[in-house]
């Protein structure tokens, strides 16, 4: 693990990344692990990350605690969205991690992005970023862009990022 990890650092050029994540942590027990805490613990005191944490996409309040609890992680970046049945269990997770230091990446914010199989009718895309932001222990948010008109609609959600009515109405709260 720690090996590939510097040789893939090789391989780019970099020195350093800025967050290295252990990726899809589904259990406390995985974030908790000793030997993948001792590899990030590694990681950061040689200078290979300036940041260690996880992601998660299920199971996210119990991944969360786990690593507020460990003393260990800077990061979590995890699922959140207005979707999410478990979506106030999430919520009480991050700001427990929050309130510990960490910062918290909301991912997965589009809820899928259409509210249907076939996708013929899209989720209000600038509601859902809306809908994330409320949430003041959320630090960043991963919207997902591929084009300068999503761009251009993300951005604008930074001058108000109060939900409408209509947006509400939109997400079916």
Do not use: C
Request: charged letters at 25%.
């Amino acid at each position: 693990f720690i090996k590939k990890f510097n040789v893939s650092l090789k391989r780019l050029n970099l020195d350093y990344v800025d967050i290295f994540l252990l990726h899809n942590v589904g259990s406390r027990e995985v974030a908790l692990d000793p030997a993948l805490l001792e590899a990030m613990i590694r990681f950061k005191k040689e200078g290979k990350a300036r940041f260690i944490g996880v992601s998660t996409h299920i199971n996210e309040p119990e991944v969360i605690k786990a690593a507020a609890e460990s003393n260990i992680y800077d990061v979590v970046m995890t699922a959140y969205n207005f979707r999410q049945p478990h979506w106030i269990e999430v919520k009480n997770a991050i700001a427990m991690a929050a309130k510990a230091g960490l910062g918290i990446i909301a991912m997965k914010i589009m809820a899928g992005a259409f509210w249907d199989r076939e996708r013929k009718r899209p989720i209000n895309k600038a509601a859902a970023l809306k809908w994330v932001l409320q949430d003041e222990n959320v630090h960043n948010a991963l919207a997902g862009i591929t084009s300068f008109d999503h761009l251009k609609e993300d951005l604008s959600v930074m001058k108000n990022r109060q939900l409408t009515s209509q947006e509400i109405k939109d997400l079916q709260l």
